[in-house]
């Protein structure tokens, strides 16, 4: 691993123990980089603002599922990824609560369609049709609103449940989309 990359894991988990116990529109980088033992220059180097280190650690979770990885879209790889964020539960549920310009469930949403379309007009080897581009938004705040629920534990979905409905689900042009595209972590991360 880059001395880059573990310095933003080094912000990311201090980020992520911060968010146990203050409210993210509390958190000050000051603080941040002062349990991180280093001056705000730092963060700043890597990152515009907290709201895209949250962005980052959703991609760094991601990309543990799905980046550089055989495609795969499966009730199975749903799952795995609903794993890893539950892993982190608390901090999602921190950072959605947080419902700023910069939220995470605006950043997950924008990331849905656009790694969607990327996917579609891959595969599909021409522009997403104003249908296309309604059916996966509505797929994506669908399958976000879900997650949310589960997240909060406002539902008694599980996991299984959850990954299973999701794959269901999914449209199928998308569906045959996804399971023919690679996610290169060049691409998540840029």
């Not at 912000?11 to 000051?30: G, Q, T, W, Y």
Request: charged share 25%.
């Amino acid at each position: 691993m880059t001395l880059k990359n573990q310095t933003k894991l080094l912000f990311a988990k201090k980020l992520e123990e911060m968010l146990k116990n203050i409210p993210m529109d509390k958190i000050r980088i000051v603080n941040l980089c002062k349990r991180c033992d280093t001056i705000p220059q730092t963060f700043y180097y890597h990152f515009h603002d907290k709201y895209e280190l949250v962005a980052w650690i959703f991609l760094y979770d991601f990309s543990l599922i799905y980046g550089d990885k055989e495609p795969e879209y499966s009730i199975a790889s749903i799952k795995r990824n609903l794993i890893q964020m539950e892993k982190r539960k608390t901090f999602y549920q921190r950072t959605y609560t947080d419902h700023s310009q910069n939220s995470i469930n605006q950043y997950i949403q924008k990331f849905n369609i656009v790694s969607a379309k990327a996917a579609v007009e891959d595969f599909y080897q021409t522009k997403l049709t104003s249908e296309q581009e309604y059916a996966i938004k509505y797929h994506s705040y669908g399958s976000m609103g879900l997650f949310n629920e589960w997240l909060n534990n406002l539902s008694s979905i599980t996991i299984e449940e959850l990954a299973t409905f999701q794959y269901q689900h999914t449209p199928e042009f998308l569906k045959a989309a996804y399971q023919n595209y690679s996610f290169r972590n060049s691409k998540i991360f840029k």
